[in-house]
């Protein structure tokens, strides 16, 4: 089973700023990653797949990049509605697995 | 536009079997092809993906959960179920279903507490 890790585990940003979080697979998944936001008390929506297509309706302050086993998701110009937990997925292989979260938090 | 709706009893004792059912709406599961699964997610938690059924039938399980699940379809009622077997307590969460192979719709989730 491919083993993903977020860090950081928590962040604190300030609306208007950049978040970057990042992603590391325990081999190489290529381009298969998604990441996934998730608000409380909803289900995940999906952002990102391919490792950097946003998915339908995603704003372009969303932007994913890397291959093989380290990813970013970077949120540029954070808006009040982005402060969320981001989940990154791999579904190269299954069981397809997905990190422990970044939570991020307004600063 | 499809969306999906999970239900099923919202308590299971130890030992018993979880059965959960996702009717789509809004299309018909068995069009197109696509991928129909079940993920949980722990009070507090991440997110685990349980298994998925494909359009032709086919069934993809996670390892971890294998010997105790089972998804199947109902074209005829345009559903999809879960069936867990010998619950315990580390069971409880939240049971999503979702549509694709990158879960691109998601039902809004149940809680599943296994007590007794």
């Known amino acids: 089973e491919i083993v993903m890790t977020q860090s950081p585990a928590t962040l604190s940003v300030s609306p208007g700023e950049r978040a970057t979080l990042s992603c590391r697979a325990s081999?190489?998944?290529?381009?298969?990653l998604a990441w996934y936001q998730q608000k409380p008390g909803q289900a995940p929506r999906l952002l990102i797949y391919g490792a950097s297509t946003r998915a339908t309706g995603i704003p372009a302050r969303f932007s994913g990049s890397g291959s093989g086993t380290e990813f970013t998701l970077t949120i540029s110009s954070l808006q009040s509605e982005d402060f969320a937990v981001y989940y990154c997925?791999?579904?190269?292989?299954?069981?397809?697995?997905f990190g422990q979260g970044t939570k991020l938090e307004i600063k | 536009q499809v969306q999906l709706q999970e239900s099923g009893p919202g308590l299971v004792k130890p030992s018993q079997t979880l059965s959960l059912t996702c009717t789509v709406s809004?299309?018909?599961?068995?069009?197109?092809?696509?991928?129909w699964s079940w993920i949980r997610q722990p009070a507090g938690k991440g997110l685990e993906w349980i298994g998925r059924?494909?359009?032709?039938?086919?069934?993809n399980y996670n390892p971890s959960l294998k010997s105790r699940v089972t998804i199947s379809v109902d074209t005829s009622k345009n559903q999809f179920s879960l069936k867990l077997s010998s619950v315990t307590a580390a069971d409880t969460a939240v049971y999503y279903c979702?549509?694709?192979?990158?879960?691109?719709?998601w039902g809004q989730g149940t809680l599943v507490t296994v007590s007794s």
């Open positions: 997925q791999q579904y190269n292989n299954w069981p397809h697995t």
């Open positions: 059924i494909y359009t032709s039938g086919s069934t």
């Open positions: 809004g299309g018909s599961i068995s069009s197109g092809s696509y991928y």
């Open positions: 979702a549509r694709g192979r990158l879960l691109e719709r």
């Open positions: 081999q190489s998944v290529s381009s298969n």
